[in-house]
């Protein structure tokens, strides 16, 4: 008798586990579609990558279950074929490189870009009193970077070329500097993003993707004689306040987020389909503006999208990712709530450049890590 209980029990659980690995499959096949997928043409199916590293480690822990845990070994391919079929999904979540050497060597044939949301440069810390402006300033000075780029800047309404911006030309060299706003704090202050580089700028544009968010173009000449197309864009976040992360993060750390009620999670929903819906169109006009560029291009950005989404992957179609040439593991570069969370990127044209080093170091300076990337000017694009 207790041995056929036993055996019902078992079979009974390797039921149920089976269930939950097909029901991981089908998640990870949603994420699949999601980074394909405009998010007007399935409703809230771009959440799901959100959860796209979750689903990869889920589906690795039930072939792993299976071959170590159960007699029926074989149903570890169920899982495996499902990797296997989203590689190209996984492919763009984790990098790989932990064998390569970063180079971050200086040369007349590199080019160091860095891209940084400063968060304010401190105005978002109580008492403001300068101090952590000027950390980030030190903390600039030992990177020096050939083109950076700061969404987040601050300045006042009344002067764009402000104290700060004028000594982090003269502390690193640069030669040009380039602000626009896209949004205000307070009555007197700007936040925007903020150009620097040692290279003159020309055919500067900002190009407007939507309500306060702006494209960026600014155009260099390297050493090697190429012109450089470089894009800068900070997109539409998903309009979370720092209550709303507070109380997100409380959830995903404590057995609250069990029982919470659904109608509270009501207003994320929507929240966060808005703002896919609103990154789609964003990236749809950045889009043409890689496409119809006549040059080579550098984008750096605050896509508030991780890789894996519809945005990321409108962008890898046609550029190269930094961090997965070179970078490890998952890259987070935003420092609240979960640590998948790898939001800002550089991306780049392969005909002319081949990154040789990055970087996303963490720092408590602002709530995101800094996204470094050397690159070697290869030749210049033919034809």
């Known amino acids: 008798m207790f041995k056929k209980l036993l055996a019902f029990i078992r079979k009974f659980l390797g039921r149920i586990v089976l269930l939950l690995n097909l029901c991981a499959i089908v998640w990870l096949a949603i994420c699949a579609l999601a980074s394909y997928t405009h998010p007007a043409d399935i409703r809230y199916i771009a959440i799901f990558s959100l959860t796209t590293p979750v689903a990869v480690f889920a589906n690795i822990i039930f072939a792993l279950a299976w071959l170590i845990f159960s007699r029926r070994k074989v149903r570890a391919l169920l899982s495996v074929v499902a ?21 971050f060597t200086a040369t007349n044939n590199t080019l160091k870009v860095m891209h940084w949301n400063v968060h304010g440069m401190g105005l978002f810390n109580a008492p403001y009193d300068g101090s952590h402006e000027k950390k980030i300033m030190a903390y600039l000075n030992t990177e020096q970077p050939d083109v950076m780029c700061l969404p987040e800047f601050s300045t006042p309404k009344t002067k764009v070329m402000t104290p700060t911006a004028k000594k982090i030309l003269k502390d690193n060299g640069y030669k040009d500097y380039r602000f626009q706003a896209d949004n205000t704090l307070g009555k007197d202050i700007f936040l925007g993003t903020a150009i620097f580089s040692k290279y003159p700028i020309f055919n500067f544009k900002a190009n407007k993707l939507s309500d306060y968010i702006y494209m960026l173009q600014a155009d260099i000449r390297l050493n090697s004689g190429d012109t450089l197309r470089m894009l800068f864009g900070h997109l539409n976040t998903f309009g979370l306040s720092d209550n709303d992360k507070d109380y997100i993060e409380e959830l995903t ?124 000017i290869i030749q210049a694009p033919q034809g």
Request: proline letters at 6%; hydrophobic letters at 35%.
């Open 83 to 103: 990797l296997v079929a989203c590689y190209k999904l996984i492919g763009v979540v984790f990098g790989m490189n932990y064998f390569k050497s970063n180079d």
């Open 253 to 376: 750390q404590t057995t609250k987020g069990l029982n919470a009620d659904m109608k509270l999670s009501q207003p994320y929903l929507w929240k966060f389909n808005y703002a896919f819906l609103r990154r789609a169109k964003e990236v749809s006009v950045t889009r043409d503006i890689i496409d119809n560029s006549p040059y080579p291009v550098v984008m750096c950005g605050d896509l508030n999208d991780l890789p894996g989404s519809y945005t990321y992957t409108q962008l890898n179609e046609v550029l190269n990712d930094a961090f997965l040439d070179m970078g490890h593991g998952l890259g987070r570069t935003y420092n609240r709530l979960s640590p998948t969370l790898r939001i800002d990127y550089i991306f780049y044209d392969p005909e002319l450049l081949r990154c040789i080093g990055y970087k996303s170091p963490y720092t408590s300076l602002s709530d995101h890590n800094p996204v470094i990337a050397n690159f070697e």
